[in-house]
């Protein structure tokens, strides 16, 4: 079990081709989301580190696919944002097809954790990525971020402003997330784990 209590991880490979990926067999988790969702934090809280991934104010930082080697049981995946105008056509095309070819084509892949910003509607951007990743029939987490600057009065409303917007099955589950405050963290973990073994 990676439980909440997680003592070695470390990044293996940033990789930009199929033929760099880990070749361990580890089940892999990927985490997806537009430019400065807060996939870095996440990943940094889920593992209990400050800074392991690499955070920024600037979008558009993560280039590559980071392979983060948790427990020597588990590969969690940091795929580059999408949606981020400034990066060049060419650069976003070969971004595209190198999250396409590891979504669809990486047999480890046992799951994907989406991220949207909490705080607003989920993007056109957010919507394509759902439902791209359903069309594959991939196990999707919608995790809602920075959940800590939304009243919790308005929870509800945030989970329902999601679910409606992406048009998620009942079946797919939301968790609201908060990096600064670490809430939503073991419900995030408690998924990773029941999709682990899954084939």
């Known amino acids: 079990m990676v439980t909440v209590l ?10 930009v081709a199929a033929s760099q990926y880990p070749t361990d067999g580890w089940p892999e ?3 997806v989301g537009r430019s400065n969702v807060g996939k870095s934090s996440l990943t940094n809280r ?12 600037a979008p558009g930082k993560t280039r590559t696919l980071n392979f983060y080697a948790v427990e020597n049981e588990l590969f969690l995946v940091d795929v580059p944002g999408y949606g981020y105008a400034k990066v060049s056509k060419k650069q976003r095309a070969e971004f595209g097809a190198m999250i396409e070819a590891y979504l669809t084509k ?9 991220l949207v ?5 989920p993007t056109a951007d957010d919507v394509s990525m759902y439902r791209y990743l359903a069309y594959y029939e991939l196990p999707v987490l919608v995790v809602a971020t920075k959940m ?18 992406l ?18 963290k073991d419900a995030v973990w408690d998924w990773i784990e029941a999709h682990m073994a899954a084939e």
């Open 6 to 15: 997680v003592n070695d991880v470390s990044l293996r490979i940033s990789a």
């Open 29 to 31: 988790i990927a985490l």
């Open 46 to 57: 889920l593992i209990n580190r400050k800074a392991l991934a690499r955070t920024s104010g």
């Open 106 to 114: 990486r047999s480890v892949l046992r799951g994907v954790v989406q």
């Open 117 to 121: 910003d909490g705080r607003h509607v």
């Open 148 to 165: 800590d600057k939304v009243k919790r009065s308005q929870f509800n409303r945030s989970e329902s402003m999601i679910r409606k917007t």
């Open 167 to 184: 048009g998620l099955t009942p079946a797919t589950r939301v968790v609201l997330f908060s990096a600064q405050e670490g809430f939503g």
